[in-house]
């Protein structure tokens, strides 16, 4: 609330001023502060603009922004509505006013705060409505001439003083010490006035028509300069000398500079290593995973290793069918459940759990606060929840992990001893997605928003105060993006027959409640699409690439993440959730909002996912997107950022590869020529910066190493006979790294990286980046020849038009004349070739031209 203010009235006696009802988002304008004490601020809604007929752009405009109100019409409307009119802050204003008739004025720039004011004095409603004549040249000159700027006063002359500075001026200045000859021309009396006739001659036709400056030596070249006695004195010759104490400085700074301590034979050896030595360059298949119970033939669709504890891996499988076998088999499909199997080390045989869905999984992400918590999508476009908080010791303490020994880990397979009478726990699922509100077709892509911030439903970046991942954003084939929020909404007033429904759920015992407030009502938070622009259809997309997900890529100290495990159970943040603060916090303005996107047709696509408003239906819709290449003839299969570089990307997609660079709108960085077998997923390095990993259709695996080719791959290497369907390396420890693939057959290999893909050079980062800037300036010159090019093309299109026009424009005459012109040439060429042959002489010139 304003604080209260005293002002003076056209009587002359002091009364406070009302306070004013000012809206939660703007302060109150101080009025009197800026010299209009009679004017009071109002806000007029909808409603209240059509019982007084002021209407905005229909009953006041910016011709006639005001209109006339009766004190009665205000007064029956504080008697109908009471505290809830709009004019109940100005109820004494009015009360006291001496005339019939307020004047309100529509105040469309706001001005003054609101959207309309209200004057409360004749005075000021007289000056308004009849405002006093102004003179035209005094308006004018005060409508040009702000109140704040100095006039200039121009300067009165004085008399000169000399103080001597003339005299100085006159030893300074050069003057000529010769006296300067004077010469008149001029011509006779008679000539003057006389007709002049100026005509084109030609200067090789006439003889001496033209004077020639011909060279001619110079004599001042052959003067020779006089001899002078020059003295010179040898100097003292300069000696080196040094103490002992030098020595001792110079080796202080060595220490300064260099590690004394390091072992430089070790190092060499290291680096002797690196470069050459091709004897370990190929992967080894360490172990695989096959699903031997299930009756479908199945393949593996999406791989995840499980964040914290290591030889724990989880992949999701589905029936290798197409849409139509899928309408076929749907009565024996519904039988076999969709599920997640996690695989363990020390048991190749059985899965450690199994994760129930309503329909095939072929996208899933571990939550990178709690890996308990696991989101996936479904074929059908539904979004699953699982919360396996329960069974987290069961996982923790399998061999290989529960020990946390690397020499468990290592051992061969056939000295483990699986568990083989245990058998695999099924966890059904938290919460499922309403399927009216979600994606119609399957969803290809999934990943966690970041911990450290949130979005609302018009897509602007608040901070997250939880300081856990509470939303998620997916991709689906029915040309939408979506964002999503764990959280509960804020509850509307509930009705009682909702409330008899809720207290009828019945809860399964082996179900946790966390996430039931989701179960079957979970809508999504903003829809983003891609429209193709002018036409009507949307682009399809099939992965995305935020710009926080590198982080989650990068690798994580071993207790650093066991200790967030066990901080997450004490805590259970996901136990008791509350709904978002996005309305109360002030957006972040400087996040960077855009992302990358890949379709079906194989474009990659960088948009925004801040919502605008349509300015004809105030609509919420998505923005255009920023810039689109069609790269890929084939869908894109992935599409990820660089663990050491945030704004490198990698896209993977029919038959080539693509790396780009993030702000730079011209084309990628790098593209391969066409492979001799589909691409089918793809994934960086982790700790090698210029190494990615290709799969492709037939079963190989193509390993580019940007150090040693940037045209082909650096080797290509067989796994299986069937298609690979997804690639996710792993650490596991500074000297052992894992990368493992999955195939259509159902098979997860499980390779170990040798120490030449897992160990970095020296200066790798620097070299590799070093490469990405010189063809984003390679990038940039061919942009700036293109300009050129066609700058020259148009200069030589202007040049060829112009040179057309003057060919036409030719006049008769000047046609005969040139004609003309080139016959007298022949004729003196005939001439000079009779004359040098010796057929005619050089006395008979007149009786030739006669002849002629």
């Not at 112009?802 to 060919?807: A, E, F, L, Y």
Request: aromatic share 10%.
């Amino acid at each position: 609330m304003a604080p209260k203010q005293k002002k003076k009235s056209s009587r002359g006696k002091k009364r406070p001023k009302p306070v004013l009802a000012a809206s939660e988002d703007m302060e109150p304008v101080n009025m009197e502060s800026m010299g209009h004490p009679e004017i009071y601020p109002l806000v007029l809604t909808t409603k209240t603009q059509e019982i007084f007929n002021c209407r905005i752009d229909e009953d006041v405009t910016d011709e006639q922004p005001y209109k006339l109100i009766k004190k009665e019409d205000i007064f029956e409307d504080l008697r109908n509505r009471a505290a809830v009119s709009d004019f109940h802050p100005v109820k004494k204003i009015v009360q006291e006013y001496p005339g019939n008739e307020l004047l309100l004025v529509y105040d469309k720039d706001f001005k003054y705060g609101l959207n309309f004011y209200l004057i409360a004095t004749e005075e000021g409603k007289e000056n308004y409505l009849n405002p006093p004549e102004v003179p035209e040249e005094q308006e004018e000159y005060k409508e040009h001439i702000p109140e704040d700027v100095y006039i200039y006063k121009p300067p009165v002359s004085k008399p000169w003083v000399s103080l001597g500075s003339e005299k100085e001026i006159e030893e300074e200045s050069v003057t000529e010490s010769t006296k300067q000859i004077t010469y008149m021309i001029s011509r006779k009396r008679s000539e003057f006035g006389a007709p002049i006739k100026f005509s084109d001659q030609n200067a090789s036709s006439v003889k001496d028509a033209y004077i020639e400056c011909t060279a001619y030596p110079d004599k001042n070249f052959t003067l020779k300069q006089l001899e002078k006695d020059v003295g010179m004195q040898v100097i003292p010759q300069i000696k080196d000398i040094s103490t002992q104490t030098k020595c001792v400085e110079i080796a202080l700074q060595q220490n300064e500079i260099m590690n004394t301590f390091i072992d430089d034979w070790k190092y060499l050896a290291e680096e002797e290593g690196t470069f050459g030595d091709k004897t370990d360059t190929y992967l080894k298949e360490y172990q695989s995973f096959t699903d031997l119970h299930s009756p479908m033939e199945k393949m593996i669709t999406c791989v995840s290793w499980h964040p914290t504890i290591y030889g724990l891996i989880a992949v999701s499988v589905a029936v290798r069918l197409s849409f139509e076998d899928r309408v076929h088999f749907s009565d024996k499909l519904l039988l076999q459940p969709s599920l997640i199997l996690f695989w363990s080390f020390s048991d190749p045989i059985h899965p450690q759990l199994m994760l129930e869905s309503p329909d095939d999984i072929f996208c899933f992400k571990f939550c990178p606060s709690d890996p308990n918590i696991i989101a996936g999508g479904c074929i059908n476009g539904q979004i699953v929840m699982w919360d396996i908080t329960a069974h987290a010791d069961r996982i923790e303490n399998i061999k290989a992990g529960g020990s946390r020994s690397k020499r468990a880990t290592l051992k061969p397979m056939f000295l483990l001893e699986p568990e083989s009478n245990k058998e695999a726990m099924y966890i059904r699922h938290c919460a499922v997605s309403s399927i009216e509100n979600g994606h119609k077709k399957v969803i290809t892509d999934i990943h966690w928003l970041s911990d450290t911030f949130e979005i609302n439903r018009m897509g602007s970046v608040f901070e997250n105060r939880s300081g856990i991942c509470c939303q998620l954003v997916t991709c689906s084939a029915d040309c939408t993006i979506c964002f999503w929020d764990i959280r509960p909404q804020k509850p509307l007033t509930p009705q009682t027959t909702e409330k008899k429904k809720e207290e009828s759920i019945e809860i399964p015992f082996d179900v946790p409640s966390t996430f039931l407030h989701l179960d079957l009502s979970w809508k999504p938070l903003t829809k983003v699409r891609l429209s193709k622009g002018e036409t009507s259809l949307d682009h399809c997309p099939t992965k995305i690439s935020l710009n926080e997900d590198h982080l989650l890529c990068k690798t994580q100290d071993k207790m650093l993440a066991q200790s967030k495990t066990e901080k997450a159970e004490e805590m259970n943040p996901y136990h008791n959730l509350e709904s978002g603060m996005a309305n109360l916090l002030k957006p972040i303005d400087d996040f960077c909002t855009k992302f990358f996107v890949g379709t079906e047709e194989g474009e990659v696509i960088y948009t925004d996912w801040k919502m605008e408003k349509d300015p004809e239906t105030g609509r919420l819709m998505s923005k255009k997107p920023v810039s689109h290449h069609t790269i890929h003839d084939g869908t894109v299969h992935t599409i990820q950022r660089s663990p050491f570089y945030n704004d490198i990307i990698l896209t993977v997609g029919g038959w080539n590869v693509a790396i780009w660079k993030e702000g730079v709108m011209t084309g990628p960085l790098l593209q391969s020529c066409c492979a001799p077998k589909r691409y089918t997923s793809g994934h960086w390095s982790l700790t090698r910066p210029g190494v990615f990993y290709i799969g492709r259709e037939d079963g190989y695996i193509d390993i580019w190493d940007l150090l040693e080719k940037t045209h082909e791959p650096a080797q290509s290497q067989n796994i299986c006979i069937t298609m690979i369907t997804c690639i996710k390396p792993w650490i596991f420890s500074s000297k052992q790294q894992f990368i493992a693939t999955a195939d259509y057959y159902g098979t997860l290999h499980i390779l170990e990286i040798p120490w030449t893909l897992s160990r970095p050079s020296t200066n790798e980062m620097a070299s590799v980046n070093h490469y990405f800037e010189r063809e984003v300036k390679h990038l940039e010159y061919v942009e700036q020849r293109k300009k050129i090019r066609e700058q020259e093309k148009k200069e030589m299109e202007l040049e060829m038009a112009k040179k057309k026009v003057k060919t036409y424009q030719k006049s008769k005459e000047q046609m005969q004349a040139e004609l003309k012109m080139d016959y007298e040439n022949y004729l003196e060429l005939e001439k000079t070739v009779l004359i040098n042959l010796g057929l005619i002489k050089v006395t008979e010139k007149g009786s030739y031209m006669e002849v002629m």
